[in-house]
């Protein structure tokens, strides 16, 4: 069965290449065999453990980070052509979007030894689900603003309050908790920690927040005195900033900012080069794939700044701001080229695709991160506020 693959790179060296070949096959016979079914939105909407634990068994999980914590060493880049290639196919990658991308980059750089030892391995394995609860009512992208607490208590900390918006909170073995611990002294950004709460946790309650589809992705996290031992804080009272600042620039960029409607659009590639000449199509299909590749040159120079050490918020902003409108665009020039009745139980995969990619279009600007609040970061950045 031919997959969806993502463009080549002569800019990319002989290793890359390589393992690029290397997962294609493997996507190749996961196909082969039913091992998952292609889709739209896979990185949010595609969540199997049993798939997980494949991509960790090969080493493709955690690729970047030291041997001593599962890692294997690998180069930014290396990693990049394994998301890219698993996003294009529409591989069911959601068990562990966040625990690697995030999740365990943060630990490495903050975590105490023994945080390290105990956390990252079981990412890197495929074992180890992880939701974050950052957001809040009332505060959305603001995140200075949170009002979760956590209080002091003998040993450890009592968290209470509510975060919305936990992809697979559900389904989590832990959950990365943004809480104010202090007031700061006045300045928002100063008195937040984050505290690591493992699942199941007595006092919280797990509530989903379903799609225009049904689905259940999100949840609402609501704590009533979960209790969280000193060792879970991350970086110590108050790093609880700087760390999710960190994790947002990794969140913001990655290929999953402009890739979630990649198959769609390789589907109105297909359906433009098997139906008579179109100008019309030409014209919006070429437009869109090369939007798409600029959008792919301008996240591989985050990584690549990532990979050097820099925590690039502002580029990873505009990454995100330029390619979730984007994913929204592919979807709606998939609506207007092709007479259809978009239909999730479609056996027409375009039909199907296209269902997908319209339903969780509201979801594209919002979920990271409103794109308004991105501008507001790009303006800073660029000295205009």
Known sequence: MKIPCAP?????????????AQVREFLRNELSIGGFAPQCDSWLRGFDRAFTRKLGARGWLGMTWPRRYGGQERSQRERYVVIEELLAAGAPVAGHWVAERQVGPSILRHGTEEQKQGLVPPIAR????????????????????????????????KITGTK????????????FVLCRTSDGAGVKHRGLSMLIVA???????????????????FNEMVFDGVEVPDSM??????????????????ERSGPERFMSTLPLLGEMIRKARATPADARAEIVIGELVSRFWTLRSMSIGVAALMEQGHQPGVEAALVKDLGTRFEGDVAQAARLLYPMVPSLDSDERF???????????PAYTLRGGTNEVLRGIIARGLGLR
């Open 8 to 20: 080549a790179d002569d800019r990319l060296d002989a290793t890359c290449k390589a393992l690029r």
């Open 126 to 157: 495929g074992e180890s689900i992880f939701g974050a609860c950052y957001s809040e009512p009332d505060v959305g992208s603001d995140l200075a603003s949170v009002k979760a607490r956590a209080v002091r208590i003998d040993g450890g900390w």
């Open 164 to 175: 919305v918006w936990t992809s697979q909170g559900h389904n989590a073995d832990h959950l």
């Open 199 to 217: 699942m199941p946790a007595k006092g919280l309650a797990v509530r989903p927040i379903r799609l225009l589809t049904g689905e259940h992705h």
């Open 233 to 250: 804080v991350l970086g110590g009272e108050g790093e609880g900033w700087n760390i999710v600042t960190g994790d947002l620039a990794s």
């Open 351 to 361: 039909e199907n695709f296209a269902a997908q990619a319209i339903l969780h279009t």
